[in-house]
């Protein structure tokens, strides 16, 4: 029998999953909170092999091109000598596509059209508050006093998941990392051809990364540490000038463009970086988390946009094959998370290479680093060779 499934979120995981949901007859309406006309996601993201065959099944990936960057990198010391370059050119060839790095409004705006096209609705101004369930469903209700009924729901709303914190309550705290992701864009004359990578460099002081795009624009993202938890005051009123401040000082000795880059930034964007204790469950009766939901990912390895998709593969694979949904629950949860706790160890231990300033620790990277990535190409291909079901299908219980 076919289901009516209810997601909350509509940013990337919630529309391809109700795509994913249409193709095996189950029917998805999607709640999303923000409203139709909202185009403020000023983010930029990295969406690696992994995530964009995901992907292509629903958008045409060279619409994603109207506004990206190459993901190629080329890192170099506080002394800007070269020391190490990956390219990501080989994955064309290994994996069919190649990691992009494009705004996340962009690519929101694309995997939205594909839903509302395959005639999926998104309901905008729905405020996720609470839910209920009953013997023969779920009923998620709104902050504008609406409800609506089905047979599951599925949170794909994010690190912040109000679904997470209603299903979990003693669970779901966040721990602040004491880091600020922050970055920006920027015209600068002198930089306006595209770039072939992204500039990486470990600063004397922190590090700093930038890129032009295929519309000449600088874009750039540095991690800036601070003890304090800024308060959600601070957030919308004064961090981002405080961070600009403190960057234009850290990277006062380092090369002339970083500081220029920072100062002529028309728009600047800073967000804390949490991460999110593992819960033992991702599922409760009819609700069930995906994503950042149940598996928030710090962005160092551009990994939490790919995951999500991965996800809604899964999903609604287990959802096909199993009538019982808290059989397909159990199973999704089972199969993701050795493969979701690797990567997230993997992101945490990167992040913690890009705020190391001890002379000796950069001596040692400055010399291993051309080994360790040229290592982790083929370290690379169990992320982003991922493909489901598995080739041995005893590892995908049947009915």
């Known amino acids: 029998m076919n289901k009516k499934v209810i997601i909350i979120g509509a940013g990337i995981a919630g529309p391809i999953l109700a795509l994913q949901l249409r193709k095996i007859g189950d029917d998805a309406e999607i709640f999303e909170s923000r409203m139709d006309d909202n185009r403020q996601e000023g983010a930029f993201l990295g969406l690696s092999p992994n995530g964009l065959n995901v992907l292509k099944e629903f958008v ?78 779920v009923t998620a209700y709104f902050a504008d006093g609406t409800s609506v009924s089905g047979d599951l729901m599925i949170a794909c709303d994010g690190m912040f998941s109000t679904v997470r914190n209603r299903l979990f309550p003693d669970l779901s705290v966040l721990r602040y990392s004491k880091l600020i992701s922050t970055g920006g864009y920027a015209w600068l004359p002198e930089l306006v051809k595209p770039s072939e990578s992204i500039q990486m460099t470990f600063a004397e002081r922190g590090f700093f990364a930038y890129s032009v795009s295929d519309k000449g624009e600088v874009w750039w993202f540095n991690n800036y540490f601070r003890a304090q938890e800024p308060s959600p005051t601070e957030i919308r009123k004064t961090l981002k000038g405080e961070i600009q401040q403190q960057l234009l000082d850290i990277h006062k000795n380092d090369d002339p463009l970083f500081s220029k880059i920072i100062t002529n930034s028309h728009e600047i964007i800073a967000y804390p970086v949490y991460d999110l204790p593992r819960l033992p469950k991702w599922y409760k009766g009819r609700v069930c988390l995906i994503g950042d939901a149940a598996h928030g990912i710090s962005p160092h390895i551009g990994q939490g946009a790919a995951l999500a998709l991965e996800d809604t593969v899964v999903l609604a694979e287990l959802l096909k094959r199993h009538q019982d949904y808290q059989k397909a629950f159990e199973l999704f949860q089972s199969l993701r998370q050795p493969r979701v706790k690797k990567i997230i160890a993997s992101a945490r231990k990167v992040g913690d290479t890009k705020t190391k300033t001890n002379p000796i620790a950069a001596w040692f990277r400055d010399r291993l680093l051309p080994y360790f990535i040229d290592k982790q190409i083929q370290q690379l291909d169990w992320i982003y060779g991922w493909t489901f079901p598995p080739t041995n299908t005893t590892d995908l219980p049947q009915n």
């Open 60 to 137: 045409d990936l060279n619409a994603l091109k109207e506004d990206y960057t190459s993901a190629s990198m080329t890192f170099f010391n506080a002394r800007g000598k070269q020391i190490a370059k990956l390219d990501t050119q080989y994955q064309l060839q290994k994996y069919t596509v190649e990691t992009l790095q494009l705004r996340r409004a962009n690519l929101n705006k694309h995997i939205r059209e594909a839903a509302a096209d395959a005639g999926i609705k998104i309901r905008h101004g729905k405020t996720f508050v609470s839910f209920q369930e009953a013997e023969d469903g």
